[in-house]
Each structure stands twice: as C-alpha cells, then as structure tokens.
C-alpha cells in the first residue's frame, strides 16, 4: 500500500510538472493530461487519509474550507450590490436615456 501511494505522489507531481511545461510552450493543456493528473493526486489523497485515519479531520477541514468560500462570496456580492454608483458613473457624462439603455442590455437595471 505504501507503494502504491508513492507511485501516485510521484506520478501527480510528474504530471503537475508536465500540464506546466506543456502550458508554457503550447498556451493550452491538454485533458488526458488533466484528467490523469486529477485521478492521481485524488487517488494518493484519498489513500493517504484513510490509512492515517484522518478522515473525519479531512472532511471537517473541507466543510470549514467551503463554508468560509460561501461566506467571503456572500459577503462581497453584497457590499457591492450595496455601494453607490454604477460602472458607468466614472465615464464622461451620458443622456439619461443612453444610460438607461446601457445598463438594460448588462441587466444593471434591477
């Protein structure tokens, strides 16, 4: 077993490496290489937690984890909903009209 997690380490950690060297020469990665890096570093996680019985901390540390993202995310959306002004209020000065119409067609009108 403690092989087969080390073979999964190391094999993320090639593939991480080579989604960053294929990303830096071809602007792009491709998905077998994402989707074998995925199924590697998940499977060595997975294994590793469970054999160090750390599964109940895991799954404590991701609820906190996802909860913290959901309330950050929350909290932003709403002191920007709450903030005064507009993204056209910087701009030079529009008809009313024009400024109305603007914010309708990027459902900035509610």
Same mark, same amino acid.
């Given at each position: 077993? #403690?092989?087969? *997690?080390?073979?999964? =380490? ?5 593939? %991480?490496?080579?989604?960053? *060297?294929w990303?830096?020469?071809?602007? /792009? ?13 998940? &499977?060595?996680?997975?294994? &590793?937690?469970?054999?160090? &019985? ?5 799954l404590? #540390? ?9 309330? =950050? ?11 005064? %002004? %507009? ?10 009209? =024009? ?6 067609? /990027? &459902?900035?009108?509610?």
């Open positions: 077993m #403690r092989v087969l *997690v080390q073979t999964l =380490i190391y094999c993320s950690l090639f593939l %991480g490496l080579s989604m960053i *060297v990303d830096l020469s071809q602007m /792009y990665v491709p998905s077998f290489l994402i989707l074998s890096f995925c199924i590697c570093f998940i &499977g060595a996680l997975t294994i &590793g937690v469970y054999r160090q &019985g750390l599964a109940l901390f895991f404590k #540390r991701m609820a906190s984890s996802i909860l913290t993202l959901v309330i =950050i995310a929350t909290a932003t959306f709403l002191m920007l909903r709450l903030l005064p %002004g %507009g993204p056209f209020d910087d701009e030079k000065a529009l008809a009313p009209h =024009i400024k109305k119409n603007i914010e309708k067609k /990027y &459902g900035l009108h509610l």
